[in-house]
């Protein structure tokens, strides 16, 4: 178990940074169109994006041109470029984790699937409530349907498709927003603001590693600017992204042969990968703006990536695995996916993910002076994903199986026009003037399978029905009953009877006010309303205020409805497969047969308990303070409460003789298990958030300190757990599920940092400290599951990371970043919650299961 920093110590930190009225913003902004579906709001800009003063002019959140973040009545952030690369971050997602303390993203997800798309959670809840903006605008989402340990599996927008070096700044706004933005702002709003440079430019390259070996990284970075016409811009940015795997496997803890087999005693046990995937990512963005005339401007952007992510998955042992005893053993039988003739040890399948996404916006905006502003604007984003699997085998073909299966793939794409207005307008005893947002929107979405999966992957070969000891007469596996399943659980792509496509269409609008009506008092409210065309329509508010009682204290609040839409994947996907030998949980045995996960509103899927999706509905509670206590300190206090209706998770896995009766039916023979997504709980988030900053001289350079706290709690009410079939009551939700959401999250995260520039010189250092969390198994809290898991609480968790900086010349910089400078890991799996075998750690580690990462590099400004 590793140490962290003592109670007191942490707390007596905050405490004296708190009162000290500390953390640093070092930022400006530059003019935009800061809405998703909202209206056009703007702000002004420093020549590089960075600058030194605590307080800095955000439109994240607010439809008032002069709100920053210190004045404005929601919870709002700025991050720059340069706090991004001290972190040594290699992706936007990572250096948010890293930077912000409300942002909770697992970095230690194993399979390809949690590091091929990384997305963006606030406030503890699941990265589907976090709605993610380019320059203001709605970014589509990534095809796949993808889960991050602890939350249920989602479309979410993958921030690392943005190159970092396109990157101004981002806004991040901790607060419902939903009537404000739209669909997916439940949580909050992350606002990714492009850079606007018409000259000059950088270009640098680094590599690094693991000290403990592995995740061998290169990286290359670089934009440069050119101007259009007198006025106008055009900046272009690239990055490229390499490294190797990881590997922190540990030797399978489980039997790996039949009994009495001398390999039990002789194999090397220690034979498995698990760790963290490969990546081999480009991505590229064009930003630009071009005056039409003195009142018109002319603006959009252009990014494209190309991803590619590699894993090993679950090993394949020769013994046939189950979930019925504490040895996850049966010592007499042979694996039903074994392929003696082509893997007489076992083997270990890989897999890989190729998505390729592109996005593109264009508008108009036009100052009409007393008339107000317009902002028009079209964008449209698609995405691709795809699976390949290597190393692995169909068993129902033997000796004969090919060893690679392509799996298929998915699109999505999205086409949204959006017209937005914004005024002030001279109301007789309002303090500015009445704030004036209102807007139009329609958005047409599209979710489909695009290719299937190779045929041989999923349809029974000559040997499919057979049993295993057929295979082996005269030998001591003659007797083993266990019948060759159709395909093997690493094998079977998209089928035929599994493509669909899904459209909707949605169009509302929305109208906002916001005045102040004495020097301290400011109000402000906003609705919206949207109609869609597979739910019907929704309308959301938010209400604001805030009170300066003095310039340096004010009081902030805000009251809002939220809604998320279930994502079109979520209503179509569906998945034929065959039965895994591998269990996560171990909560039960996997009956053998098929396996199908259904579309929700599928009249097959009735029988199961499945009924049409409902929307996720939302209210969001928020009251804050403000101290400002000098030009160069402040302190911000914001405590929440975030209620979620209707919440969308997965069923478990409905298997029993009432079920198989169903499939059988419904016209589906050989099927034992059904699962869908639903609607499965309501839940409440409460919370707090701390952040203090401060700027001050020291020696012959400037020193920032920061401290910042966020606290939260997550309970779960009005569970569905059960559904009937066939007359029997079916666990549908299990208490394991609802424990994941109230604490497979860390409950508290503090972010504490310093940085000092002296001369040439740049020192940043930063220590995260994350609570406790767990990992959850079976249906009654802290009893052993029937192959031994059992409910495990992991111990707070500290880490250290620094960078240094060092200015060669005008031009030049050398910089060293180490990320868990003392090479910390967080708490291991106890032995029986290995469920791979090989995997020593969790995939819900806050800040992965690495180790320490030195990373440096060279970089050019022109």
Do not use: C
């Amino acid at each position: 178990m590793n140490k962290s920093l003592p109670r007191r110590t942490v707390i007596a930190t905050l405490v004296t940074l708190a009162f000290s009225s500390t953390i640093p913003l070092h930022a400006t902004a530059a003019e935009f169109p800061a809405s998703a579906d909202s209206g056009d709001q703007s702000t002004t800009a420093g020549a590089d994006g960075v600058s030194a003063i605590v307080d800095s002019v955000v439109v994240l959140g607010s439809i008032r041109h002069d709100a920053t973040v210190l004045t404005s009545s929601s919870p709002i952030d700025v991050i720059t470029p340069q706090q991004i690369k001290e972190t040594g971050a290699v992706s936007l997602n990572q250096a948010l984790s890293k930077l912000h303390p409300s942002f909770n993203f697992p970095q230690g997800q194993n399979a390809v699937k949690g590091q091929g798309v990384r997305s963006a959670s606030l406030r503890g809840v699941s990265p589907a409530y976090t709605l993610v903006l380019v320059n203001g605008k709605r970014r589509n989402a990534s095809a796949q349907l993808s889960g991050t340990d602890p939350w249920p599996a989602a479309t979410v927008v993958d921030l690392n498709t943005i190159p970092l070096s396109a990157v101004l700044r981002v806004e991040v706004l901790r607060d419902g927003a939903a009537a404000q933005y739209g669909s997916d702002a439940i949580a909050g709003v992350i606002n990714i603001v492009l850079r606007e440079n018409g000259s000059g430019g950088e270009l640098s390259a680094h590599g690094g590693g693991y000290s403990d070996g592995g995740g061998h990284t290169t990286a290359v970075n670089g934009w440069t600017g050119i101007k259009l016409g007198q006025d106008g811009f055009a900046n272009f940015s690239i990055d490229r992204l390499k490294n190797t795997n990881v590997d922190r496997s540990a030797a399978d803890w489980r039997q790996l042969f039949p009994n009495g087999d001398p390999r039990n005693d002789s194999f090397n046990k220690k034979y498995g990968q698990w760790g963290q995937a490969s990546r081999n990512n480009w991505s590229a963005l064009t930003n630009a703006e071009l005056p039409l005339s003195a009142k018109a401007v002319a603006y959009g952007w252009a990014n494209y990536s190309d991803k590619d992510s590699h894993n090993w998955v679950n090993p394949e042992r020769v013994v046939k695995a189950i979930t019925s005893n504490t040895t996850v053993t049966d010592g007499t039988k042979l694996g039903e996916n074994d392929v003696l003739g082509l893997y007489p040890n076992g083997y270990q399948p890989w897999m890989s993910y190729h998505a390729k996404d592109a996005a593109v916006v264009g508008g108009v905006r036009f100052d009409a002076e007393r008339a107000g502003q317009f902002d028009v604007a079209v964008s449209y984003g698609s995405n691709e994903t795809s699976r390949d699997t290597y190393n692995t085998a169909n068993p129902s073909y033997g000796a004969s199986s090919p060893t690679h299966f392509y799996l298929g793939s998915w699109k999505s794409d999205t086409t949204s026009l959006t017209a937005d207005y914004s005024n002030v307008l001279n109301i007789d005893g309002l303090q500015d003037g009445l704030n004036v947002s209102a807007g139009l929107l329609a958005r047409h979405e599209r979710w489909r399978t695009g290719d299937l999966g190779d045929v041989a992957g999923y349809t029974g070969g000559p040997l499919a029905g057979k049993t295993v000891g057929s295979l082996y007469p005269g030998t001591a596996y003659a007797s083993d009953t266990t019948r060759i399943p159709i395909s093997g659980s690493s094998t079977s792509g998209i089928k035929p009877q599994d493509a669909t496509e899904v459209t909707r269409n949605v169009a509302g609008g929305y109208a906002g006010l916001d005045a102040r009506l004495n020097r301290q008092w400011l109000i402000g409210a906003t609705g919206r309303y949207e109609h869609y065309s597979d739910f019907g329509g929704t309308s959301n508010f938010k209400l604001n205020s805030r009170y300066d009682f003095t310039p340096a204290i004010a009081l902030r609040g805000t009251v809002s409805s939220g809604f998320h839409a279930p994502s079109l994947a979520a209503l179509g996907f569906q998945s034929t497969g065959t039965t895994s030998n591998w269990s996560n949980s171990g909560s039960g045995t996997l009956t053998p047969g098929q396996t199908r996960q259904f579309r929700p509103d599928d009249p097959a899927a009735s029988a199961f308990g499945a009924r049409a999706l409902d929307p996720e509905k939302s209210r969001t509670y928020s009251l804050g303070a403000v101290w400002r206590a000098s030009d160069a300190s402040s302190l911000t206090v914001d405590a929440y409460r975030l209620k979620v209706r209707d919440v969308i998770i997965q069923t478990e896995t409905l298997q029993g003789a009432t079920v198989t009766s169903a499939f059988n039916a419904a016209g589906l023979p050989g099927f034992t298990q059904a699962s869908y997504y639903t609607n499965g709980w309501d839940s409440r988030t409460d919370g707090l958030d701390i952040i203090g900053k401060h700027h001050l001289s020291a020696g012959s350079g400037q020193l920032e300190l920061s401290a910042a706290l966020s606290l939260l709690n997550t309970s779960v009410s009005n569970v569905h757990r059960y559904v009937s079939i066939g007359g029997s009551q079916i666990l549908a939700v299990s208490n394991a599920k609802v424990r994941d959401a109230e604490t497979g999250t860390p409950k508290n995260k503090v972010v504490l940092g310093a940085r000092y520039a002296s001369g040439a010189w740049t020192t940043d250092s930063t220590v995260t400290r994350y609570g406790r969390y767990r990992y959850n198994v079976g249906d009654v809290a802290g009893v052993a599951s029937p192959n031994g898991n059992i409910d495990q609480e992991f111990s707070s968790e500290t880490y250290v990371d620094f960078s240094v900086a060092y200015a060669l010349s005008k031009n030049w910089k050398l910089d060293l970043n180490v990320q868990n400078a003392f090479n910390r890991y967080p708490d291991k799996y106890l032995t029986n919650n290995r469920a791979s075998g090989i995997n020593p750690y969790s995939f819900i580690a806050p800040n992965g299961a690495s180790g320490r990462f030195v990373y440096a590099g060279l970089s050019y400004k022109l």
